[in-house]
């Protein structure tokens, strides 16, 4: 099993090392949020992650309004950041916002994906949410291809068995309030499921090496 975390700018963390050092391998750090903002603490938090030899990827945080800005948006920091190589965790689409959004998830979702593919070389990506928007809301086997991961969000306390199945289900978000060494506060933790090792989350699975 794979430990991860995400963070955002409610996150202050003090020691990455700290972090790598209790078993996390890798995080997704917000990086935007709807058609104009951008996460400040982006600027730190994927440098530190990544000098303490994390894996790391971004997220957007998911409004309702133009998907195309927000693609571009995102794309935008992803590029600036160094967050397309092969080896950064691939980026998350977060659905969460129900202000308008959850009546719209199901045809917003392929469209973010399809644009943020075309703009350049991005193909696995994961979709974040709920228990309830999965169950209620989201209908995956219509739009989740054979790149498109799912990440859920269920507050158990049992890393890796939320207790919600998908064939295409590989994460789970089972806390809000993890503790991690050099994190002050409570941090949102992570793990894989099932047999789900580091390289599937990766954008790119790198090759394998010449004999």
């Known amino acids: 099993m794979e430990f991860g975390i995400d963070v955002s700018h409610h996150n202050v963390v003090d020691d990455w090392h700290a972090v790598r050092g209790n078993n996390i391998t890798f995080a997704s750090i917000k990086v935007t949020d709807g058609e104009e903002f951008v996460d400040p603490q982006a600027r730190h938090h994927v440098p530190g992650a990544r000098a303490a030899g994390i894996r790391v990827g971004g997220y957007h945080f998911a409004r309702k309004g133009n998907v195309q800005k927000q693609v571009d948006l995102f794309f935008e920091q992803l590029h600036a ?23 719209t998830a ?6 973010f994906i399809a644009k943020l593919r075309a703009k350049g070389g ?51 978000q089972h806390s809000m309030k993890g503790k991690v060494p050099g994190i002050p506060g409570h941090v949102d933790r992570d793990a894989t499921i099932g047999t789900h090792k580091l390289a599937d989350l990766l954008l790119r699975t790198p090759a394998p090496a010449p004999a």
Do not use: C
């Open 81 to 103: 950041r160094a967050m397309l190589s092969s080896t950064s965790l691939a980026p998350m689409l977060d659905m969460e916002e129900a202000s308008g959004l959850r009546d």
């Open 122 to 172: 991005i193909k696995r990506v994961f979709v974040y949410a709920n228990l309830d928007w999965f169950t209620n809301v989201l209908r995956p086997n219509d739009w989740a291809d054979a790149n498109v991961m799912l990440w859920i969000a269920r507050f158990n306390g049992n890393p890796g068995k939320p207790g919600f199945s998908h064939p295409k289900l590989v994460l789970h």
């Open 106 to 111: 199901n045809s917003f979702i392929p469209q």
